[in-house]
Nanobody, 121 residues
Framework: QVQPEESGGGLVQPGKSLRLSCVAS????????MGWYRQAPGKQRELVAT???????TYADSVKGRFTISRDKEKNTVYLQMNSLKPEDTAVYYC???????????????WGQGTQVTVSS
């Protein structure tokens, strides 16, 4: 089993920054795409940013220019640097990882438990 584990959430004032991390623990043979999603109270889960195996990135329009996704392939870790945070960024942030546990194993997608980010003065 692959288990993504998020960290780095918390309470921050508007305009400040936070950095989220997500490490894929367990038996991992290879990781393809990695991403961050978020879910605010009463809303559906939405894509924040993704990074592919060739390091191509995509971002939601609402975070472009403020958030940066990156990865450390040796550490099986994905990061989300969040700058100029706004109250509307308040949500539970989830890590999503595409991984295979062996050379002949099927690619599966795994979700972390989530980390709360609250932006408030």
């Amino acid at each position: 089993q692959v288990q993504p584990e998020e960290s780095g959430g918390g309470l921050v004032q508007p305009g400040k920054s936070l950095r989220l991390s997500c490490v894929a623990s367990g038996t991992v043979f290879t990781i393809t795409d990695m991403g961050w999603y978020r879910q605010a109270p009463g809303k559906q889960r939405e894509l924040v940013a993704t990074i592919e195996s060739d390091d191509r990135t995509t971002y939601a329009d609402s975070v472009k220019g403020r958030f940066t996704i990156s990865r450390d392939k040796e550490k099986n870790t994905v990061y989300l640097q969040m700058n100029s945070l706004k109250p509307e960024d308040t949500a539970v942030y989830y890590c999503n990882i595409g991984a295979a546990q062996c050379v002949d194993c099927r690619l599966r997608w795994y979700w972390g438990q989530g980390t709360q980010v609250t932006v408030s003065s």
